[in-house]
């Protein structure tokens, strides 16, 4: 085997031909055929191959069912390697032995590095494997920032304005270190959009927000994106959540009608302490997993640190927060009314006990399985998805 | 007067001893929002009696309400106080008092349980 391509040497082709490059170059260090494969990047619930460089797969978009093994790929992120004829699901490589690693993006998997060949892959080269499937991730990650030829091909359709607004402003969808592991979503990814969600681990702690701007699509994107604006830059010069708050409020005082306001929780977990800062404009609070099987989730109440909407009124806080001391082995789910509000067929709301019973039901799962598995039920319990279903997991782990 | 069904949405005036209320059942979200809205700021819906417009909107028989509902009430809440009046607001115990209390609006609107509540402190100054 050569030595692998770094990310310069993918990055060397013009941004759009990045994902053909890495192929390429693959197919040159193992001596195989080779194929970079994108997942949508936006859908929480069903998994679909939106894009194949080079161009082997027909009529794509393609949704995959759960036992592809395309998904089992990107689902668990985990390598597969073995003769074709084990294979399940579509493969876009006819070869008789075949290799597939996640393209990661750090913690978030966007796709499948694909190889094929006639002899069987040694275990030093799916180890190759999955190291050019990181740097394949850096690259294409840096690529797309130059063209919009990654961006489509990891979408199954055209998002709504509002919709397209609010994914380019979402941070990555997982983070997993020792001491936190954050996951969140957005569903239905491809309309509404009046919601955002942020997290940011700086210096020892970690900061999460969800907010929701009142109405929908654009009328509500806009004072999102004033107040994310706002909550970011406030946050980036230091302040605390008090003072973000305010910020926020102020930034949309100045810029939007009364009737347009918006709701906003946010924390900060010192990650050594596991010490939590907390508070919410008009925004449900969190529900608090306790380690231990046999405790029960609970809707973690805000005494004295709920305030009405941001924006609403133009009087001037005083927004003090709440201390929660959390325990290691903790969970906390964030989540937006467009959850708790869904509706069955009978408009019956999935409300907070829903919510309660489904984070109780998934609590074994972890990371990405268990935002997907709540975001499946909220689908399947909803009638139709009208309003922006956000959540945002974040789990401390008992021991560093 | 009060024709009502499970998800239907109406609002109207309806004269309760002689004061204007915004009587409205159903549910309230972003479809019925403009509806929701001219009712409310209809001039027909404000009383005279306290010391500047009093609208009475009784939402007990509201079945479900989502935020922009609420940005009407908060839309209409700034407009009478900016005229030295006020918004009342009925909820009984119904699903509108846990939406107002979980957005903390209740420590900011007049909220009141019954009409006749309502109603005895806006007519005790006047007629």
Redesign the interface.
Known sequence: MDHLPGVEEFLDAPPSEVPARVAEKTSGVLGCSAAVLFVDGLDYVRFYLTGAFPDTVDQLPRELRETDDLVRVVRDQSSLSGPRGGWSGLSPLERDHLAAVPLVLRDTVIGVLMAGRSEPFEEGEISALESLGVRAGAAVSVAEKYTDAIDVARRRKNPSIAAELQSSHLPPRALYTPRVEVVGGIEPAYDVGGDWFDYAVNDGELFVAICDGVGRGLEAARVSYVTLGAVRNARKRGEDLSRIMEAAHRALVGSTTPEQFATLVMARIQLDTYEMELVSAAHPPPVLVPPGKSRAPEVLRLPGNSYPPIGAFEEERDYATGRYSLEPGSRLVFFSDGATEARNAAREQLGFDGLLHAIREFRNLRKMEFLRAMMQYVDYYAEEIEDDVTLVSVDLPGHV | MQESS??GFDARIVAHAGVPVVAVTG?I??HVVPEFRSVVSDPGARSAAGPGPVVLVDLAEV??M???G???L??QH?ELEGEGGELRIVTGEGPALKILK????D??FSIFSSREDAMHELTGGGS
Not at chain 2, 102 to 105: E, I, M, Q
């Open positions: 499970v998800a549910e979200d972003l079945t479900f989502d935020s922009s609420v940005g009407v908060i839309g700034r979980l957005t903390s609006l420590e900011v």
